[in-house]
Structures are given as structure tokens and as C-alpha cells.
């Protein structure tokens, strides 16, 4: 088992940046990749980024130029510095963790994300 606790949500003005944390625990692997997805009402949840073992990221659309994923290998922890907030991109971002060598994904709890002025 993969164990996620996420933190670094909250109330944002538009323009403006938060930074998420995501620490990762158990019984994790070698190959892996872990990122971020949100979900916003109404709507389906939608991958923000990942970073792969190797080190590739990878960023949807939306959000490049504007976020940027990172982790520190030592605490087996992945951020995401999120800047140029949008209201757009309030949803409950969600931590993801998925071993490549197995179908499985482990999700965190969620951590809500509001840009509003």
C-alpha cells in the first residue's frame, strides 16, 4: 500500500500562486509516476501534471508556462507551484500515485483549490 497525504490548498485572488505538497509513504517503487489531477464541479477529473522516476513531466495544456511540478527524492515528496492562478483552476486537486509496473493508482484525500476575488 501507498499511503498520500496532500497539503498547501486554500483561497487564492486571481493572479495570484499556491504551492501543493504531496508526501508519499509504504511500500513504494522504483518506477512509478506521480502528479496531480482536479476535479471541478460538474466535471470530470483531469490530469494538471506528473513527473515520472526517470524525471519527465508532463503538463496539460491549460496549465503550462504556469504551474510547475518538482519533487524531492529524499522525502519522497512531489510539489506543484501553481502561479498565474486563474478562476478556472479552482477545483479539489488531488495527489496520484501510480507504480508502472502495476495497474494501480493510489489517490490522496484532496485538497481544495478556490481562485476568487
Known amino acids: 500500500q501507498v499511503q498520500l497525504v496532500e497539503s498547501g490548498g486554500g483561497l487564492v485572488q486571481p493572479g495570484g500562486s499556491l504551492r501543493l505538497s504531496c508526501a508519499a509513504s509504504g511500500n513504494l517503487f522504483s518506477l512509478y509516476a506521480m502528479g496531480w489531477y482536479r476535479q471541478a464541479p460538474g466535471k470530470q477529473r483531469e490530469l494538471v501534471a506528473a513527473?515520472?522516476?526517470?524525471?519527465?513531466?508532463n503538463y496539460a495544456d491549460s496549465v503550462k508556462g504556469r504551474f510547475t511540478i518538482s519533487r524531492d527524492n529524499a522525502d519522497n515528496v512531489v510539489y506543484l507551484q501553481m502561479n498565474s492562478l486563474k478562476p478556472e483552476d479552482t477545483a479539489v486537486y488531488y495527489c496520484n500515485y501510480r507504480p508502472l509496473v502495476q495497474a494501480t493508482d493510489y489517490w490522496g484525500q484532496g485538497t481544495q483549490v478556490t481562485v476568487s476575488s
Open positions: 513527473i515520472f522516476s526517470g524525471g519527465v513531466t
